[in-house]
Each structure stands twice: as structure tokens, then as C-alpha cells.
């Protein structure tokens, strides 16, 4: 048996672009890795489905890729995992195997109007659960599709439906042995699952309608899974976690002192705290490792609109070069429109799934994607405010994600909060977190070798501050004149 300093991790990260397979060793070297793009299909402004089969071929065509390239290092492997997207559902026969209806994205909110006969038991989800009433969480996607798909309904009625995260269908089909399991970060993002008590919740099943019976035993975030076969190579499946929770764990132990923006299709703020996290208006509550003596929590902030905006509004805009040009955009734009970002719903600390997306003020198109990537920090700016409010201020930003490549947006960023950022150059921080709590199940005892950050120091800028006070008039004005639904 590969001695744990020794060994070889396999890291399957599966995305809403994408689906990779990467081998690490225990210094944290990424010594092979494959990928596959995988493709979403959107109909008007709230459905975005993927297609089932495709990510399980994806993921296991990666996985087949890189073992072959390891060739007889490939005996080295010792356990692999996986992380997926969190709040994406799916529906599955748990005989045979098949999918039976789309992966419902985390982005889709089909069954939005659903929700609004919950609104009086918003504070008791709330405390279960740690989350808001949204669409983008699991329930109402999970009834949606109990209610309307004639191949799920035709599978309850004969005993044979299994349905849940995204992560647990996967696990059923990678797997040996067919596993049907979910992990508490996963679990969490169905609006389902207990936060106190660490399982589903009766109450809330009876309440959304999802049967507990038709939902996956709940596990720890490691445990013993299955078995990957990939080929002659049989290699035990240890972790199960979410994306974001897993990519707190890139550098090592979530700093509690850090506050986490990860720079994506979304966004995503996040402060770890020791011990339960804090119950705080308009933010959520998660757990981003879920074991049986212990758990790691964040409290978070989600904003919906982050890369997925800006590439809507560059195809509005006639921008084709966005992702080449914003720094300069970004830079030259002295005096931007305001953006009022509601793209896919405007989430915390607000939570309007209804609120439409609008500038204030005039100017170039170069001039509007430069307020709607100053939006997201203004957005997580308002997040951290609320934060504050109930912890000590952080000390540092610690940015990840596609976005963070863009040095004028990080600059926004640790203007707007006025704290140095530190910017990792680390395109795979989800698959390198999921190697360390790997090789931390393996107890190995080399720790990984991380480049230093990239820094981003505040600067005099006030009127990046100026326009951050304009922005949060304009938009609490817009919810004033705008009552939910």
C-alpha cells in the first residue's frame, strides 16, 4: 500500500462549463488532469437545465484520460473525490440507473412562483435551514419536477425514483456501488436539510412536498463512498462536497480572519467562524465540511449575477472582447453608470428574485460593462457590511475564480472594502481543496507548496466609495418602488 506522503489523488470537479479530472500529489502538484466542456440549455430568463448523461460521460471520460496518463503510476491513486455545483438537482431511477428528467441549475427558477404561498414560513426555513426562500435552492425545483415530468411520476409510482443534489446522482453512476448518498454540503442547498441536526428535515419535506423517502441517506462529507473503476484501476471514493465549500480548503485551514470572494459565474462571499455560524439578516448559514465529530461553517453571501452578467450584457452591448478588454475598460471608465444587478435575481443581502436589472445614468457600452462588473463588488460590499455588523471586521480578502484574473476588478475590490486583497493565480482552487481534505482523510503529513499571492493594496480612490454610497441610494430606492411579489 502507497505509503499517504507518497501517494496520488484523483479530483473530479464538475461545473456549469465544464467537467475536469485532476491528479494530485502530496507537495499539491497537479501531475495530470483532463477536462471536457459540457454545455446548458436556457429557455427565456429562468430555465437553465444540463443534460445528465452528458456530465456523467464527461467526468468519467476524464477520469479514464488521466488515469492513462499515469500509466503505471496510476497504482499510486488512493482515493479520489468529488465536487460539484451546488443547488443543482437531479432526478434518477435508482434501478436501473437513468436519468429522468434535466439537471435543473442552480440558476433556474422555474418554480419561483411556487414559493410565494411559503412566504409565511420564511422565518421557520430560515432557522432550519440556514438559507433563504429562493428558487435557486433545491425544494421547489425537486417538487417541479414531481409535479410535471411524466418519467419521474412514473417512477414513484413504481417505487423506483430516487432524486436529490446534482452530486448525489453522480455518486449513484460513478460509483461501484451505486451509492445513494448525499453530502451535507449538497444536502444543505435543498432547503431540506436540517442545520442543527445535521439530516433531513420532516417537517420541511411535508412541507415543499418531497417525500424523505425519495431523498438519499445523508453522509459525512468523508466517508467511505464506493469505489471508482476506471478501467483495471479500482480507487475508494472518500469525498463528496460542493465547489465553493471546497475551494475554501485551497491554502489550507478556512482563516477565520479572511473573507473568501470567489469571482465566477456567480459570486460568492464567505467568512469561516469557529463554531456554528451566526444567524445574520439576509445572509445564509453553511457547512462546508460536515464530519461526525465536527464541522467547518461559513456564513455567506451569494450574488447570481457575476460572469454570467457581464457576458449577457457584452452580448447586449455588442462586446465580443470582454474578458480581453475589461481592465481597460474598467480603468478608462473614470465616472460609470450605476448598475442595479438583478441578472438571474438579485440575492443577498436583499433576496428579490423578481428585481429587474437596470443602469442609472448614461454612457458608452464599454462605460455599462464597466458598472456591471463594479456592481459585484458593490454587491459583496454590501454583503460584508452586514457581516460586520455581527463579526470582527476581516483583515484580508482572499479573491479566487475566473473574474479575480482581471486586476482592475480586484483593485475595485480592495478599494471598496477598503482591505488588501490577496489574488491566487490558481484556476483550479475547487480541485486543489478537494486534494487537501483527500490527502487529510489519507493523513499525510507533507504539506502542500503554495505560491505566494499576488497583493492588491487599497487605494486613495474615494470616488470608487462615492459611487458605492450613489449605487446603494439608487438601489434601495428601486426596492422601495419595487414591493415583492
Known amino acids: 500500500m502507497t505509503a499517504p506522503d507518497d501517494a496520488l489523488v484523483l479530483a473530479l470537479d464538475q461545473g456549469g462549463q465544464s467537467s475536469r479530472a485532476l491528479v494530485f500529489d502530496a507537495r499539491g502538484y497537479v501531475v495530470a488532469q483532463a477536462a471536457r466542456a459540457v454545455g446548458e440549455r436556457r429557455d427565456g430568463d429562468d430555465r437553465v437545465e444540463q443534460d445528465p448523461e ?20 496510476a497504482a499510486r491513486l488512493a482515493c ?6 451546488r443547488s443543482s438537482i437531479a432526478c434518477w431511477d435508482r434501478s436501473s440507473g437513468a436519468a429522468l428528467a434535466p439537471v435543473l441549475s442552480w440558476q433556474d427558477r422555474r418554480a419561483a ?17 440556514g438559507l433563504r426562500l429562493s428558487p435557486h435552492y433545491g425544494a421547489s425545483k425537486l417538487a417541479w419536477c414531481l409535479a410535471h415530468v411524466d418519467a419521474v411520476r412514473d417512477a414513484r409510482a413504481q417505487s423506483t425514483l430516487a432524486l436529490g443534489p446534482l452530486a448525489s446522482f453522480l455518486a449513484f453512476r460513478l460509483l461501484a456501488e451505486r451509492p445513494l448518498v448525499a453530502d451535507p454540503a449538497n444536502a444543505s442547498r435543498t432547503l431540506l436539510w436540517n442545520l442543527a441536526r445535521g439530516d433531513w428535515d420532516d417537517v420541511l419535506c411535508a412541507r415543499f412536498g418531497v417525500p424523505r423517502e425519495l431523498l438519499p441517506a445523508c453522509a ?19 469525498v463528496l462536497n460542493g ?10 485551514a478556512p482563516d477565520p480572519d479572511a473573507l473568501y470572494v470567489n469571482l465566477g459565474t456567480g459570486a460568492f462571499v464567505q467568512r469561516p467562524v469557529h463554531g456554528d455560524a451566526p444567524a445574520i439578516d439576509g445572509l445564509l448559514r453553511s457547512v462546508v465540511l460536515g464530519e461526525r465529530e465536527r464541522r467547518t461553517c461559513v456564513v455567506e453571501g451569494t450574488i447570481n449575477g457575476a460572469g454570467s452578467a457581464l457576458a ?5 452591448l455588442g462586446l465580443a472582447a470582454w474578458e480581453r478588454e475589461l481592465d481597460r475598460w474598467l480603468l478608462d471608465a473614470r465616472d460609470p453608470p450605476l448598475f442595479l444587478n438583478g441578472h438571474s435575481g438579485l440575492a443577498a443581502p436583499f433576496w428579490r428574485s423578481d428585481f429587474r436589472s437596470r443602469f442609472v445614468g448614461a454612457g458608452a457600452p464599454e462605460a455599462r460593462l464597466a458598472a456591471v462588473a463594479e456592481s459585484i463588488v458593490f454587491l459583496a460590499r454590501a454583503i460584508v ?8 471586521r476581516a483583515k484580508r480578502v482572499i479573491a479566487t475564480g475566473g473574474l479575480s484574473n482581471s486586476e482592475a476588478l480586484v483593485q475595485r475590490l480592495a478599494d471598496v472594502h477598503e482591505l488588501e486583497v490577496e489574488r491566487r493565480d ?3 482552487a475547487t480541485a486543489r481543496g478537494l486534494a487537501r481534505l483527500l490527502f487529510d482523510g489519507l493523513g499525510a503529513t507533507r504539506p502542500f507548496e503554495v505560491r505566494l499571492p499576488r497583493r492588491a493594496l487599497p487605494t486613495s480612490d474615494t470616488a470608487v466609495l462615492r459611487r458605492y454610497r450613489g449605487w446603494s441610494l439608487e438601489l434601495e430606492r428601486a426596492l422601495a418602488v419595487t414591493p415583492p411579489r
Open 54 to 73: 452528458e456530465l456523467v460521460r464527461s467526468l468519467a471520460l476524464c477520469a479514464e484520460e488521466v488515469v492513462h496518463a499515469l500509466g503505471k503510476d
Open 80 to 85: 479520489a473525490g468529488l465536487a460539484t455545483q
Open 113 to 129: 412562483a411556487e414559493l410565494a404561498r411559503f412566504t409565511a414560513d420564511e422565518a421557520d426555513v430560515v432557522a432550519r435551514t
Open 220 to 238: 459525512p462529507t468523508r466517508h467511505a463512498f464506493g469505489t471508482l473503476v476506471v478501467g483495471a484501476v479500482r480507487v475508494p471514493f472518500t
Open 243 to 252: 465547489d465553493q465549500s471546497c475551494a475554501l480548503f485551497a491554502w489550507g
Open 312 to 316: 449577457h450584457h457584452a452580448c447586449e
Open 385 to 392: 457590511e452586514r457581516m460586520d455588523a455581527r463579526l470582527p
Open 426 to 428: 490558481d484556476p483550479e
